[in-house]
């Protein structure tokens, strides 16, 4: 009995651990009130008028046979953009082509990102002239395009690129730089405003924690780290928060 009582809990469960524990071990029974509570509301949902969903759009779907889209693939990746009463398939395919994309490439671009069709010409001449201040020729673009088409049709908001490119430009990055970082991780520019602030202000602080702190030293790790991490691995956790093992 003495050496039983010398024995130390080696830890304690946290509450909520021994709470979700109770719960999957010794799971709630179902009263009565609940199953009849449970009855009603399938009644009633069951009575409830299902919302209509509006027919697919068949003038788009032979437009966008005809142009040798791949329908089928278009359909399974947003096929909300086939119920839509007005597209602007023909106009972004004449916008595309008169840049110098060939028709097989229009179509593979519509195949892979159909919400491509939803954009105004007007938004679209908008947002090439901003890629067009990072890029030099239309061939650069229609390359991007042509491999990830996501990355210029994704946003419909031409304020918010600018204000990415304006952001990026203040951090020091130039030209040569955001022409790196829109072809290797347009999504960046695609990225609200805050989120990418919210970005830099996470790699300023783990650049602070590792010793940097000469302004050319933080410059250099921000492009580095901006180039190798996918944005959609953010919001990240705090520095404090991770621990590096550097051998």
Known sequence: MTAVSKVRVPFSLHPSVTLLR???????????????????????SSNEPKPQVNPENESLLENLNLMGVDVKRAH??????FRKA?????????????????????????SRYPRAITRSIQHLEQRWDLWRSIFKTDEEIVSILARSPESFFRSSNNSNLEENIDFLTSLGLNTKDLHRLLTTAPR???NSLELNKQMVEF???????LGGENPDVKISFLKLICFMMPSNCWPCPKPKDIQLNIT
């Open 86 to 110: 007005f597209t602007n398939e023909q106009g972004v395919a004449q916008f595309l082509q008169d840049r110098g994309v060939n028709r097989k490439v229009v179509a593979s671009i519509i």
């Open 22 to 44: 109770s719960f999957w071990l010794h799971p709630a029974q179902p009263t009565s009130t609940d199953l009849s509570r449970s009855v009603c509301s399938a009644t009633t």
């Open 188 to 190: 960046t520019f695609s």
């Open 203 to 209: 790699l300023e602080d783990i650049c602070a924690e």
């Open 76 to 81: 399974q990746r947003q096929p909300g953009v």
